[in-house]
């Protein structure tokens, strides 16, 4: 079987500005539940066909747009002027791998749509045996969309937009998602001749339809029962019910799966997070990026994690953020804890509430349970860190780092100016104030000694 026959091309068009989502940024560019619109239609469609024969048609920042899929082994075409769907089709001719075997349509806007969908549409087109096939869907309230008039045979002789629609036309139900299948040959020699619409002077794909049934060919329809698939983003509005979409089948996959989430409808949790059989997720948390959750977690109200793997029975306790680390079995962080990136925290670590990790190594058992600032650092395991602990890690040129060794003692309120080394077992009293290294097993004292001056504050006061 060759490759046309046994995979179809794929034409994603995402060269639009998106004028309604009033944003600087192409509307494919926008995200929903941690993916740009355009990534999540290039991912539904790599389940059908090889990258290869993938086409994203781009326009409007084709450089971003081309940029952010690049390294996917798809391929681009450019539509320079914006001249309609038609149009778009067209620039993309010399992109397309072959022009034998069936090409499906798609758009960069529409990032609901399922690959099973998609494997539908191909099963049904091939059982119709037409020149095209669409996925249309019935709406109760079809205002805005274009009608499928279909005959006696459930053929589509047209498509009829709501501008331009007669009384009898706009109750038609049934509308145009505009999701195509085509027979390849077909469609290339149709498109030709699609004419500019008289006012808007674009090249309309719906055109396509009456033009291949005046060659006497015929259009089948994929009627969907899920209209909330099939959705296009043209503004903030629509995409905010995107997003609620998205959150809501992904916290019923995970629920289904073994996860407890006390309050579905408040969590945020991205596409690819990944969690453990009975973690549990308590309201208004946020799992975003690649985060990976563990078995049996807590993560506590308001806590956000950030490209973040935890392992199985660690707690986030609430309104901690985390981003980009690795927290290890058993270990407890927060409440109100910042991790901001690059840190690793050891199992049965424990990091308390106000506590703060930049670039740091928490080795096992490590405690800093209240009050710590802990940058470029790399603290042994089952060392204490006390409230007020602070690395000074930057010298206002370079960044230096801090090392403390096993089983050693900080004690409240010490400042350890990097570059630092701290060894095994040793203690610092608290309130000092570290710049030289300190020995295994030594006690650093650096600070000034306390002097009493017996009977001076009420000699201060009789002074008033």
């Not at 999540?40 to 290869?52: F, Q």
Request: glycine share 10%; aromatic share 4%; with cysteine.
């Amino acid at each position: 079987m060759s490759t046309h026959e046994s995979h179809p091309v794929i034409v994603i068009l995402a060269a639009g500005l998106g004028t309604r989502m009033r944003s600087r940024k192409a509307k494919v560019l926008h995200e929903a539940a941690g993916l740009t619109l355009v990534e999540h239609v290039v991912r539904s469609a790599m389940t059908l066909a090889p990258p290869d024969r993938i086409v994203v048609v781009t326009g409007h920042q084709a450089d971003q747009v081309e940029s952010l899929l690049a390294g996917r082994g798809i391929r681009f075409a450019r539509q320079t002027e914006q001249k309609g769907t038609g149009h778009a089709l067209e620039v993309c001719r010399n992109a397309v791998p072959d022009h034998e075997g069936r090409l499906i349509v798609l758009y960069g806007d529409c990032p609901l749509l399922a690959p099973s969908t998609l494997q539908a549409l191909w099963a049904h087109h091939e059982a119709a045996g037409t020149a095209a096939t669409i996925i249309s869907t019935r709406l109760d309230n079809p205002f805005g969309y274009g009608r499928c008039v279909v005959d006696e045979d459930d053929h589509v002789r047209s498509i009829v937009e709501e501008k331009v629609a007669t009384p009898e036309q706009k109750a038609i139900r049934l509308i145009n998602s505009g999701i195509y299948c085509f027979e390849a040959p077909i469609l290339w020699k149709a498109l030709g001749k699609i004419t500019p619409n008289p006012v808007s002077k674009e090249y309309y794909l719906t055109d396509i339809v009456e033009i291949l049934n005046g060659s006497g060919e015929r259009v089948s329809t994929l009627a969907h029962p899920d209209a909330s698939e099939l959705l296009g983003i043209n503004t903030r509005v629509e995409l905010a019910e995107v997003e609620t979409i998205f959150r809501t089948r992904k916290a019923r996959e995970l629920m289904l799966a073994g996860v407890t989430i006390q309050r579905p409808e408040t969590v945020q949790i991205d596409l690819d997070v990944t969690v453990g059989m009975d973690t549990v997720i308590e309201p208004f948390v946020q799992l975003v990026g690649s985060t990976t959750v563990g078995e049996d977690c807590r993560i506590g109200s308001g806590s956000i994690l950030r490209d973040t793997t935890l392992a199985s029975g660690v707690e986030i306790a609430p309104y901690t953020l985390i981003q980009n680390s690795e927290v290890a079995k058993g270990a407890s962080i927060g409440p109100f804890a910042r991790l901001r990136g690059d840190n690793y925290v050891g199992e049965n670590a424990h990091i308390g509430n106000f506590v703060e990790l930049k670039k740091t190594r928490f080795g096992a058992g490590v405690k800093a349970g209240h009050l710590a600032y802990l940058g470029d650092s790399e603290i042994g395991a089952g060392t204490n860190i006390g409230a007020g602990t602070i690395f000074c890690n930057y010298d206002g040129v370079k960044k230096h780092r801090t090392v403390i060794g096993e089983k050693a003692f900080v004690g409240s309120n010490s400042t350890l100016v990097a570059p630092a080394v701290v060894g095994d077992g040793a203690y610092i009293a608290a309130g000092s104030v570290v710049t030289e290294e300190v020995p295994a097993d030594a006690l650093a004292i650096g600070r000034g000694r306390q002097v009493n001056k017996e009977g001076w504050a009420a000699k201060k006061r009789q002074q008033r």
